[in-house]
Nanobody, 127 residues
């Protein structure tokens, strides 16, 4: 089983940037697609970005396209979310997650398709 730990959250002004990291443990980390989700107060958790096991394919929610970039370094067992042009509506707890399928060919965007979750890191964007 993969264990995930997020870091890099914090308070930033609108227009600023943050880079979130998700460190994974377990031998199979590099074999699984990864995703970032977020949950704002009073709202359901929503998809933000996904990356294939190799890092060769990515997908984004429309709300973050052109501003956020997901990447991974399998040698370091780490997935990143670079967030630029932050807006107050990006305020949320951000979670990374890994899917169960090994060497999957389809990027996953639904919460139910991920089996391992981190504890989350808070991102707050002030106006």
């Amino acid at each position: 089983q993969v264990q995930l730990v997020e870091s890099g959250g914090g308070l930033v002004q609108a227009g600023g940037s943050l880079r979130l990291s998700c460190a994974g443990s377990g031998r199979t980390f590099s074999n699984n697609g990864m995703g970032w989700f977020r949950q704002a107060p009073g709202k359901e958790r929503e998809f933000v970005a996904a990356i294939s096991w190799s890092g060769g394919s990515t997908d984004y929610a429309d709300s973050v396209k052109g501003r956020f970039t997901i990447s991974r370094d399998n040698a370091k067992n780490t997935v990143y979310l670079q967030m630029n042009g932050l807006k107050p509506e990006d305020t949320a707890v951000y979670y990374c997650a890994s899917e169960s399928e090994i060497w999957g060919t389809r990027l996953k965007t639904r919460e139910a398709e991920y089996v391992n979750w981190g504890q989350g890191t808070q991102v707050t964007v002030s106006s």
